[in-house]
């Protein structure tokens, strides 16, 4: 049985229960479907995120909805966190230079700081 067959079967089905009903109830049926046509003409307007391959009003507005926000969320948060870790390793920590001081061994950039001449000139007045 295909698709049309079934919806011919269930198309008899219900016109065969609409001779069963009274006049009123047929009344009220058809007001209250010609109400729900009304209704679902108007536009309406959304507020909310659009996102990518989504329809314009949020159909399933739940699950999915919510696993989008959540995911892009945490996929800013990570990048937030690799941006702190990157920038904090990235450069030459202060107990590096500290041990260098100590040792001697001058780092080539500790040459270039203004700063440092200053120091030098403070430390050798002592």
């Known amino acids: 049985m ?6 011919r079967k269930i198309t008899q089905q219900m016109n065969y229960g609409l001779t069963q009903l009274d006049e009123s ?5 058809r007001a209250a479907r010609q109400e729900a046509l009304a209704v679902a ?19 399933g507005h739940g699950m999915h909805w919510h696993l989008k926000f959540w995911l892009s969320l945490a996929v800013l948060l990570a990048g937030l966190m690799f941006a702190a ?3 904090a390793h990235n450069g030459e920590s202060t107990e590096d230079v500290d041990a260098s001081l100590l040792a001697g ?3 080539f950039h ?5 700063g440092f001449d200053a ?6 007045r002592r």
Request: aromatic share 10%.
């Open 2 to 7: 295909n698709e049309r067959d079934m919806a």
């Open 25 to 29: 109830t047929l009344t009220r049926l």
């Open 41 to 59: 003409a108007k536009p309406r307007h959304v507020f909310g995120l659009a996102w990518a391959g989504s329809s314009s009003h949020h159909e």
């Open 85 to 87: 870790n990157w920038q």
């Open 105 to 107: 061994e001058l780092p």
């Open 110 to 114: 500790a040459y270039l700081d203004s």
């Open 119 to 124: 120091w030098l000139e403070q430390s050798s």
